[in-house]
């Protein structure tokens, strides 16, 4: 029934691990779901009621498919090269497409082919019991065609699902309707569209290419014209001429080359011939006869000249009569000496022969040279006007190149433009459809059971998150395990709501001074531990009155004072219960109403007492005399009345004659309860240290604030240190057991009847 601590006076100063394994969580999400039950439970219908009502009222629709491919075999009608070169298709390329599925080109053309303006699904109201409502309280004025476009193309746009499968480059087109056979439709006229749309872009790419080149081709014409045209006038500004596909000077340049080689070898020979000429006709005439048996090479061609030959010949024969003469008839015979005078005769005229012929070999040599000097100047004059040529043949080389270049990129334009006119008389696309949407059978949305199960799931998420704020808004301590964790105190007991109308109280017989006129009230909360002792209510403060005595083994307990944070949190009940459970045990007790400027016990236990403590303090009355008693119980009560209104309450408290006071309670009783007014509004407490041997701290289940808490026994360090524990008051035990941790509170009703608890 009741969570202790297994160690009821020990401090606990460290704070448990946050660390949650999954068993914890789950085990805390049990106990929420328990204590939460009632909220958890509405939130999650209301959501499964929601989406039930969505289910009904939502118009089906039907989700048809077609596939169309991206071929990347880019089948070709022509071999020649494209005038628009082609991407290659990747997966960007893929993705393009597909937004370009979703392009406005596309949803006008199909709502223009399938006329979706006269369509009610297109161009109507929004279908369901929303639309209707929507459209009844808030009529639209007729809508002109563009609008109707406008709004068939948006229509168009959230029933169009276009994806590609996989990796692949197939693209699967999906549209959504509320007719089977329009989603079939639409898709398919989405198919056809885009197709449509690429071999017309294709189209429209190639015609403006065409355009372009067709003026780029004039425009090349004539720069090719103009290059050429320049080419012309530099060759005839500069005298250029070629023939055969050579400039006339560097062929006259070959030429003269060639002369001055051929001149200056005749120049080389005819002065050889002169110089063996003239070498032979500066020596004497005797000396023609060795030239004239055995003529030199060199002068051969002289000596083949017919007077030569025909005086060689006669003087060959000449000689050989004189040899032959002189054998027969002497060096001295006439016939002899007139043919060695006829071969001196023949001799001379030789020489002149030759000398004649020196004079014509000088004259062949000096016009030898005179042509090989000429030669030579012209090939002089030929190289200064060749250097000038190549000069200009520099310019003209580059107008030559230029006026080429000119006209390739014409050429290269035009077969171009050729190519370019055929694709656009033959477009392709790269797209294909390859499977047509048919009539969907069955409703694509909304799925029945992804809706039931997202609202099953919302509503659990939702439920436990408004359950967990729930938990958090609350913020006061709810466990025995929570209040030692944070306060690093032990919770004696946890004290649970009285329940006054459960039953009425037990008679109980007065004891043998029930004629004492001083006799303390016996109904209400107060009396709640005698009036029904088989009560859990009284079993928490047997727990608390276990714990004062086993503290009181080891260290001096006698004056017991009950506080708490704030005012209303029970402390001045608990201190009544303890006290006249301790009295009806058989306890010698004593209960002392120390909260002066609020005195609410004595208001309820004896509300007609005219003496009290301050009387006794003060000395105007003995002790006796402002005791009230329980005849129930025997318990002692000493009340406080004050006439006025209290100011320096803690001096008090505080003073020799309350120390007094409590030393002689000391003596008399076994135990002295004092109940002291709360922590956080008033200083009183802290100056009760010097009579209060422990305190009782008492926290309002689930109300306290844990920060108040802490802050209010960190300000009283006095307090905290002679804190003899915690009083979780008024809780509510159905559902603590759904906020602790461990199994203390995991028992039955029945379980309770078998110990004797009544409620």
């Not at 103009?226 to 062929?251: H, M, S, Y």
Request: contains cysteine; aromatic residues 6%.
């Amino acid at each position: 029934m009741l969570q202790r601590n297994p160690e009821p006076f020990a401090r606990t100063d460290v704070a448990p691990s946050t660390a949650m394994s999954p068993a914890d969580v789950i085990a805390s999400f049990a106990r929420l779901s328990r204590r939460r039950a009632g909220i958890i439970v509405l939130i999650f219908a209301c959501c499964v009621v929601c989406g039930a009502v969505y289910l009904y009222v939502a118009p089906p629709k039907y989700l048809a498919h077609a596939s169309l491919i991206i071929d990347t075999r880019k089948t070709q009608l022509f071999q020649q090269q494209q005038v628009l070169a082609d991407t290659p298709v990747d997966s960007a390329t893929v993705d393009s497409q597909i937004e370009v599925l979703k392009s406005e080109t596309i949803a006008a053309a199909v709502v223009k082919e399938l006329h979706l303006t006269t369509d009610p699904e297109f161009v109507g109201s929004k279908p369901g019991l929303f639309g209707t409502i929507i459209s009844f309280l808030f009529p639209s004025a007729p809508a002109s065609e563009t609008d109707l476009e406008q709004r068939a193309q948006e229509t168009f746009h959230a029933g169009l699902f276009p994806r590609r499968v996989g990796t692949t480059y197939v693209i699967e087109i999906g549209f959504l309707s509320r007719s089977p056979e329009r989603a079939a439709v639409v898709a398919n006229a989405t198919a056809e569209a885009y197709i449509l749309d690429q071999l017309e872009a294709k189209y429209e790419a190639t015609r403006r290419a065409g355009i372009w080149l067709q003026e780029r081709i004039h425009e090349l014409q004539q720069q090719a014209a103009t290059a050429e045209r320049a080419v012309l006038d530099f060759k005839k500004a500069n005298n250029i001429v070629d023939t055969g596909g050579r400039l006339i000077n560097e062929q006259q340049l070959a030429e003269l080359n060639s002369q001055i080689v051929l001149a200056r070898a005749a120049t080389a020979e005819a002065r050889a011939r002169l110089n063996r000429i003239s070498e032979i006709t500066r020596n004497d005439i005797a000396e023609l006869d060795s030239v004239i048996k055995a003529p030199d090479p060199a002068v051969a061609d002289a000596l083949r000249s017919d007077v030569i030959n025909k005086l060689r010949s006669e003087y060959l024969e000449a000689a050989n009569k004189e040899a032959v003469y002189s054998a027969r008839l002497g060096k001295d015979h006439l016939v002899v000496i007139n043919l060695r005078n006829q071969m001196f005769e023949i001799r001379k005229s030789i020489f002149d022969e030759l000398k004649r012929i020196e004079e014509t070999f000088k004259s062949d040599y000096q016009i030898a040279i005179a042509r090989e000097q000429s030669i030579q100047q012209s090939l002089a004059e030929a190289v200064a006007q060749n250097q000038v040529a190549n000069q200009a043949q520099i310019a003209l080389k580059d107008l030559d190149s230029k006026a080429q270049t000119f006209r390739a990129i014409h050429d290269n334009f035009v077969q171009r433009y050729m190519e370019a006119i055929q694709q656009q008389s033959f477009p392709y696309t790269e797209a294909r459809v390859i499977s047509s949407a048919v009539r969907p059978t069955k409703k694509s949305l909304p799925n029945s059971v992804l809706v039931m199960t997202l609202a099953a799931a919302s509503g659990l998420l939702l439920a436990f998150g408004v359950a967990i704020l729930i938990d958090l808004s609350e913020g006061g301590f709810r466990t025995s395990e929570q209040v030692e964790g944070e306060l690093g105190t032990t919770c004696l007991a946890i004290v649970p709501v009285f329940k006054a109308d459960a039953r009425p109280f037990r008679a109980i017989e007065a004891r043998p001074d029930a004629a004492n006129l001083r006799q303390l009230e016996r109904t209400g909360v107060l009396f709640g531990v005698v009036g029904t002792p088989f009560s859990r209510f009284a079993e928490a403060f047997r727990t608390i009155k276990v714990s004062i005595d086993l503290i009181a083994l080891a260290k001096p307990s006698k004056v017991i004072g009950i506080t708490s944070t704030n005012p209303g949190e029970g402390k001045s009940t608990v201190a009544a219960n303890l006290a006249r459970l301790i009295a009806h045990a058989g306890g010698s007790a004593i209960l002392l109403d120390c909260d002066l400027r609020n005195p609410s016990l004595t208001r309820s236990l004896a509300p007609h007492a005219e003496w009290g403590l301050l009387d006794v303090i003060s000395g105007k009355r003995q002790l006796a005399d402002v005791i009230w008693s329980d005849p129930a119980t025997s318990l002692s009560f000493v009340p406080m009345v004050a006439k006025m209104r209290l100011s320096h309450t803690n001096e008090i408290l505080a003073s020799a004659a309350m120390r007094k006071l409590i030393e002689e309670l000391r003596k008399t009783y076994q135990y002295v309860l004092v109940d002291l007014p709360p922590l956080t509004p008033v200083v009183d407490v802290r100056s009760t240290s010097q009579i209060v041997d422990t305190y009782l701290f008492v926290i309002e289940w689930g109300r306290t604030a844990i920060d108040a808490a802490k802050r209010a026994l960190s300000s009283a360090p006095l307090v905290s240190d002679s804190l003899l524990g915690i009083v979780l008051n008024k809780a509510n035990l159905d559902l603590v057991r759904n906020y602790s941790y461990s199994g203390g509170y995991r028992y039955s009703d029945r379980d309770l009847k078998n110990y004797g608890f009544e409620d």
